[in-house]
């Protein structure tokens, strides 16, 4: 049992460290593609600064940032589903 819990312990580090980089590079890609669009002078209603953090606020309750929590579910979900059809199928 405590080789196991040494095991996701570890895992739930490895994850969160995936789960920090992935989130910091999907941020800045959507700042570079709202900075390319307020560029390619599509909106011009805004200053540049305002129209970026306007973006990247309705980019943090989006339902694609929240699909970078797959990275802790899938992984463990599919070390559950191992464990069970090994044990008890």
Known sequence: ??????????????????????????????????????????????????FIERGLRKYDASFRRKLILGVYIVPLTLIALIIYVTNFM
Do not use: G, N, Q
């Open 1 to 50: 049992m405590l080789p196991m819990l040494r095991l996701m312990f570890v895992l739930l580090i490895v994850l969160s460290v995936i789960y920090v980089a992935l989130s910091i590079y999907s941020r800045s890609v959507r700042r570079r593609k709202l900075a390319a669009r307020w560029d390619s002078k599509e909106v011009l209603t805004v200053d540049r600064e305002t």
